[in-house]
């Protein structure tokens, strides 16, 4: 059975810092995984997918690395701003499946 | 401008009644899916549907029914067998079943149930 772990559970630094969230899984035969970024009270934003032939996505400020052998990504942030506060979450598809399987995310605050 | 739409943002219902879930997407998109989200656990997958008239069942879909009539649209239905159907709820829709395809979330409804 697929797991997929976040730690830590939340996260709090000043702005401007780079910093990285970090997501494992159990199983390393997945299809893809995915960084969401989700607001309080709002749905899930798509922020990056990584397939697993990849090694790494970027788009903006964010980076997310693949690292499929030992069941990790890693979410880099580049130059954070308040507006980057939020809980993002990281999801795994599963070879043969069609769920995402979802860590419990990781609440970023960014103080000003 | 496309994206996907649930309604309403909060509904709240009484114990014992049914209560449905709108989801329409204008993505084109051939998959939908429905997923649960509560505080501590994650998001859960209730149901997906990989094309029109076709829907299995996902990890916890007891008290729960679906249909998929037309491809844009893809109602959750909350039954009273249902024991615990407070929560945030999150519809979702890809292209096909292809690895690489990204899955694509709503803004979700809120449900209250007393």
Known sequence: KQEVTQIPAALSVPEGENLVLNCSFTDSAIYNLQWFRQDPGKGLTSLLLIQSSQREQTSGRLNASLDKSSGRSTLYIAASQPGDSATYLCAVRRQGAQKLVFGQGTRLTINP | ?114
Request: charged share 20%; aromatic share 14%; proline share 4%.
């Open chain 2, 1 to 114: 401008d496309g994206g996907i739409t649930q309604s309403p943002k909060y509904l709240f219902r009484k114990e014992g009644q049914n209560v449905t879930l709108s989801c329409e997407q204008n993505l084109n998109h051939d998959a939908m899916y429905w997923y649960r989200q509560d505080p501590g656990q994650g998001l859960r997958l209730i149901y997906y549907s990989q094309i029109v008239n076709d829907f299995q069942k996902g990890d916890i879909a007891e008290g729960y029914s679906v249909s998929r009539e037309k491809k844009e649209s893809f109602p959750l239905t909350v039954t009273s067998a249902q024991k615990n159907p407070t929560a945030f709820y999150l519809c979702a829709s890809s292209f096909g079943q292809g690895a690489g395809y990204e899955q694509y979330f709503g803004p979700g409804t809120r449900l209250t149930v007393t």
